[in-house]
């Protein structure tokens, strides 16, 4: 069956953005009201160390020739921990493809985790630049399934032909 599970970040400038998430708790929910957002250019613990999360919203945004970052595994873990013990109550994690919600669906629990594809990172890093005090809210997630689901997604281990971060692969 065809299923997507979209949420809606909503930008202090009101433009709404959609990623992929399981997020349907109302525990610390950042739907009702904006929430700070704060912006990490690598969200290992090391860079992260420092980082004032309370009570708001974590965007990675990683480095363009960093492969690793993109894909959540170790950099998604390590963000979500520090935002988890630092009282933060949301993470916006950009990635290669927003159809793999394996690694979040266990381990946010009342923390709103929102995948991302790179573009859609990059407009939201682009907002948070261009603001002085940068806001979202990220609404729970709904279930879209069958016909609705837009249209079929590359599949994770796919080419995706040119990259303009990685021209020469």
């Known amino acids: ?26 525990k610390n929910s950042t739907s009702s009201s904006f929430t700070g957002l704060v912006s990490a250019p690598q969200c290992t613990a090391d860079a992260l160390n420092g980082t004032d999360v309370e ?25 979500l921990q520090y935002v988890r013990n630092h009282g933060g109550i949301g993470l916006i994690f950009p990635q290669y493809t927003t159809d793999n919600l394996g690694p979040i669906q266990d381990i946010c629990q009342g923390i709103a985790c929102v995948l991302v594809d790179r573009d859609t990172g990059k407009q939201i890093a682009n907002y948070w630049d261009a603001t002085s005090v940068p806001v979202a809210k990220i609404a729970p997630a709904t279930t879209v399934t069958g016909k609705e689901v837009l249209a079929p997604k590359v599949a994770l281990l796919s080419s995706r032909g040119p990259s303009p971060d990685y021209p020469e692969a």
Request: charged share 10%.
């Open 55 to 79: 009570g708001q919203i974590l965007l990675c945004v990683p480095q363009s020739r960093d492969q690793n970052a993109l894909i959540p595994g170790t950099n998604f873990g390590q963000a």
């Open 1 to 26: 069956m065809d299923r997507s599970f979209p949420t809606v970040i909503t930008l202090g400038n009101k433009q709404q953005i959609v990623g992929q998430s399981l997020y349907y708790q109302a």
